[in-house]
């Protein structure tokens, strides 16, 4: 049985009308029909794509791959936009239109009182669009183009509020920093087109293993692998967008987007797109051990170092970032030890339970009337019970309680990781553990200062009721009681949490264990992978885990939290005094920013200018350009009988020369 | 009609160009309508060059031959390969736009303003067409006085040194030109490019050709170091001097490496690749880094211009390192056809870039970057397409600024990997340029009174920016049709580079 292309192109495209309609035609449609356009579109592309999951995993449909139109041809290169849906895509297409759609619905009470209410419906269309061209690819070129479609979204919402000084900035950073990373990510397709001699995914696949053995001359008389080097590039290039150390930077400041998209595409989506583009190009990985080593410790790294940051943060939307980045590396040092499926699994789950974790803060935001804070939060359980419970959902599924969705995921890694031989295992299997204990740490202090505890925000009744979107208010002053956010925002949660549950259960039999995948991941080494027991189900697996190491971990994460922020507070302004040294290097965040600032920013303007007023206006202009002209104006006096200004001279003399010159030729050769 | 269409395209808007004058500087409001009369017939007659090129063979077409003066055996020799059907296409649709930009800011001798434009659509399109090497050099010097006008007379404060640093770099490009012209006149008693791309030359001879038109070509495009003209004519032009020289005149530069020094010297053009090469790259990084701090916008769009065509010589140069060296035709095509590309979308984004400055200008009277701020406040459908180009300026996949320089990048790898990883540093510099203008200008709170009272764009101006935009992102979803009606002619021009004429 084949997949209509019909169905996928009306997936792909419902989402972009949606975008145009609310976007062009705003002042037209107004509000309600901005957010009706679009949540339809987005809701087609969604029923769609499980089906044609459906039919992929249950009716026996096959992957489809084939193209839609030729995007250029010249010579014997050409290139295409068509689509490769097998299991991998279709499973992503489910989670980004099902995330999307709660998205959607979401930002009806998130934006209720925007200005940019049809603007940001517009976006986040277009940015679900986006997303689909990048999963549904066949090729690289394509890839490449929703690799950048999604960053221009992200860029256009991280600067949503664009008054915002620190939006716009973020918002420029964000694409200048995914740019040094587009920059590996182009060069790894150039190599790709250079020995394939072609950009499509199944003639490069099929075709990988001619690359082992070839080699490049980065540096003369010193060949490299050329599979090391291409993949490499390719995965700088996921640095970028999975925001991986050292190019995590742009993902924290991201934040200053609104709430919904924070969750669509700085949590669930956009920023796993390096993780499915690994996966994607698992045949190439698997050529260099150098490559995977490389990813391995990346990601390893940050797993570990970005967690300890969201333990002293106290914005509870760069908790969660922090969370993300930690979680984005589990996913990569999972690619870095060829566990591709646990990785993609972990990918699902994560996108699930961390865009509940994003929504429900998002919920407390509206409720605290956008202050972000955790310090002036507290004892939010009795207002927003729905929240509350949703964000313990999450909460438990991220820190990996046996029998979550993220259970499944974060031990498969952790068992992948442990098992691997290659280079750098042992330092990430540090890493990644670690990372369990400071992830439950940091979650569980979220949960506590946010819902448990004192209320330390001061309600003033009857002083003023300004709803004020941007939080100009004295911080930690509400007009009114807080209360649970409207239907729009609590559905949304509820639908997120099922799968916070359930999903991991449901599926690690057939995505881990079982043949899910099929030949969209392929694993050339099979110690890396399938190298655990046998599956023994997933309630067993739940029973063991409690036994395991992680939960182990998590439970003195976890532990350690209540002790603190439910029990002894003035512990942690203790602790923090006596560790100042290292609070503080968290609290800088190890001073990438600054060293950047100075470094990259700063020197380039220095560099731009020395080349300007030194190159360009000094020598070229004052030495060789003004200097002639002062000689030739010294030899012949010409100049200042030029310098007139009047401009039909200078036109005169031309044409006259010119028929001087013709002349004279005439003369001269004509004869 | 068909037989006399590329002279139609030449002499109608020159005609025009005439008729506009003749109506004198008091009736401003006929003129206006009189010279879009003209540019629109013109752009109306160059659709039959698109529609009837016969892409597929890739030969010149639309062949007019007549003597010119018989003495020294010159003709008026016209016809057009893809690529010139592309640019003269270009030409006849950017003319169109600039006429209707100049509709509101334009009061001054409107009409000598515009017949200065029309003259110049119609001696572009003859460079673009001439085959024969002196009716070419007779164009390509003749489309410099309207230029010389259009920025001398409507220009900024310093028009006279812009104009006269403009003169002094073309005068001297343009001349070392003529003398290798005349002296390959001599060897051939011919002026027929056809015939002189035959003409068996050493290497020595190539290489002294190949110098006199790379200084001519060079300071068009402009290359690293002689670009600093640009900027200074740049800012002291009118919006529409600016978008005509970014749009059409840089590509002339371009055009003629491909007409001229590729068929004419192609073993010096091997021989001295490299240094192409890498004066192209210092254009891309070098341009890029000192576009990052102009204050004044129109300049830090023109540095953005010598970076842009930094990747239409290396397309070109390139190729001949490929096709030359490792024999590599395929990635030749997708090198010389990335420098057609990039040629033609740099007319569309640059154009539209400068285009756009010119509508705050029209407000604000100030190119400075620090005047502005939050003009997204009050012009938000502006601040729409300025974020538009902006992105195909930074080539994002989408948009025909991705398109050209792909491919060179591409073409680039199969060389050597380091030319690929500097081309490829656009991506970077590129986005921090334009973001950071954009950042400057477009977003954040109004900043001042004068932002603060401006006008969202009006019909007229939503019009050509949206035209520009229609063009970026037609070509930037879908370029096969570009690629297509060029590829035959790229091909030709790559194959002829490997005939060995030396020796």
Known sequence: MQLNPTILLIIALAPLVGAVVAGIFRSQVGRIGAHTVTIAGVALSCVLSFYVLYQLVWGGAESYNANLYTWFQVGGIDAHVGFLVDRLTAMMMVVVTFVSLMVHVYTIGYMAEDDGYQRFFSYIALFTFSMLMLVMSNNFLQLFFGWEAVGLVSYLLIGFWFKRPTAVFANMKAFIVNRVGDFGFLLGIAGVLYFFHTLDYATVFAHSEALSGKTLEIFS????????????????????????????????DSMEGPTPISALIHAATMVTAGIFMVARMSPLFELSETALSFVLVIGATTAFFTGLIGIVQNDIKRVVAYSTLSQLGYMTAALGVSAYSAAVFHLMTHAFFKALLFLGAGSVIIAMHHEQDMRYMGGLRKYMPITFVTAWI???????????????????????????????????????????????????????????????????????????????????????????????????????????????????????????FGSAVRVAHEAGEGAHGEFVGWFQTMLEGFVGAPFILAFLGFALATYIYLFNPAIADKTKNALYPLWNMLDKKYWFDPIYQAVFARGSVVLGRGLWKGGDVGVIDNVLIDGSAAAVARTAGVVRWLQTGYLYTYAFAMILGLVFLLGGLWWVVGK | MMQSLLSILIWLPIAGGFAVLALGTHRAKEARWLALAVAVATFIVSIPLLTGYDAAAGTMQFIEQHRWIAAINANYH???????????????????????????????????????????????????????????????????????????????????????????????????????????????????????????????????????????????????????WLPDAHVEAPTGGSVILAAIMLKIGGYGFLRFSLPITPDASQHFAWLLIALSLIAVIYIGFVALVQEDMKKLIAYSSVSHMGFVTLGIFIALALVRVSGNKDAAYLGVSGAMVQMISHGFVSGAMFSCIGVIYDRMHTRMIKDYGGVVNTMPWYAAFVVFFAMANCGLPGTSGFVGEFMVILASFQSNFWIAALAAFTLIIGAAYTLWLVKRVIWGEVTNDHVAKLKDIDAREALVLGAFAAMTLLFGIWPEPLTHLMDASVKHIVDQLLVVKAG
């Open chain 1, 221 to 252: 008389g010193n060949p490299w692998s050329a599979a090391t080097v291409i993949c490499i590039c390719l995965f700088i290039g996921a640095m970028g967008k999975s925001a991986q150390v050292p190019l995590h930077v742009w993902l924290p």
């Open chain 1, 394 to 516: 999450g909460t438990l599924a991220l820190t990996g309680m046996p029998g979550f969705a993220g259970f499944y995921s974060k031990d498969a890694i952790i068992e992948a990781v442990g098992e691997s031989h290659r280079w750098g295992a042992g330092y990430a299997y540090l890493c990644v553990l670690l990372g369990v204990f400071v992830t439950a740490f940091y979650s569980f202090r979220l949960l506590y200062l946010t819902f448990h505890g004192k209320e330390r925000f001061v309600v003033d009744h009857g002083h003023g009721h300004g709803h004020d979107d941007h939080g100009h208010h004295e911080p930690g002053h509400l007009a009114h009681d807080p209360h649970e956010s409207p239907a729009v925002v609590t559905w949304p949660l509820m639908a997120l949490a099922v799968p916070s549950i359930v999903i991991g259960a449901l599926t690690v039999g057939s995505m881990l264990h079982g043949d899910y």
């Open chain 2, 78 to 228: 016209l016809g057009v390969d893809g690529i010139s059907v592309a640019l003269i296409v270009l030409t006849t649709f950017v003319t169109v736009l600039v006429v209707l930009g100049a509709w509101d800011s334009v009061h001054d001798k409107v009409n000598q303003y515009l017949a200065a434009f029309l003259v110049l659509e119609g001696l572009m399109v003859g460079v673009f067409c001439a085959l024969d090497a002196l009716l070419f050099y007779v164009f390509f010097e003749g489309m410099l006085i309207p230029m010389f006008i259009i920025i001398g007379i409507w220009g900024g404060p310093r028009r006279v040194y812009a104009t006269l640093k403009f003169f002094l770099y073309t005068f001297f490009g343009s001349i070392f030109m003529l003398v290798g012209l005349i002296w390959l006149y001599m060897q051939s008693n011919s002026w027929e490019l056809s015939q002189l791309a035959a003409l068996k030359l050493t290497l020595t001879q190539q290489s002294w050709l190949f110098f006199a038109f790379l200084v001519a070509f060079a300071v068009k495009v402009p290359m690293w170091p002689v670009h600093t």
